[in-house]
């Protein structure tokens, strides 16, 4: 069973910083991605960025030139560090390990106020 743990969300002002952090336990199988999605209030959940095990990154262009997505393979952990927030990056964040399998997350509240 794997299980994921996440942490670091939480209310901060418009140009603040966040950092994410998920760690995945229980997983016996190869993990090929680890990365972040988020689903606002009356939205489609949507990709923020996910990292490969190699290193490849694809990340939504909202967010290019202010997230940074980084993952700990040894712990594996991924970290998801959130510069120059905006209240439209407002938004319950979820974790995702990709295996055979998606594993998801519990999420975690970011919210940005204007």
């Known amino acids: 069973q794997v299980q994921l743990v996440e942490s670091g969300g939480g209310l901060v002002q418009a140009g603040g910083s966040l950092r994410l952090s998920c760690a995945a336990s229980?997983?016996?199988?190869?993990?090929?991605?680890m990365g972040w999605y988020r689903q606002a209030p009356g939205k489609q959940r949507e990709l923020v960025a996910v990292?490969?095990?190699?290193?490849?990154?694809d990340s939504a262009d909202s967010v290019k030139g202010r997230f940074t997505i980084s993952r700990d393979s040894a712990k594996n952990t991924v970290y998801l560090q959130m510069n120059s927030l905006k209240p439209e990056d407002t938004a319950v964040y979820y974790c995702?390990?990709?295996?055979?399998?998606?594993?998801w997350g519990q999420g975690t509240q970011v919210t940005v106020s204007s």
């Open positions: 229980g997983a016996r199988f190869r993990i090929n991605a």
């Open positions: 995702v390990v990709r295996a055979v399998l998606d594993y």
């Open positions: 990292i490969t095990s190699g290193g490849i990154i």
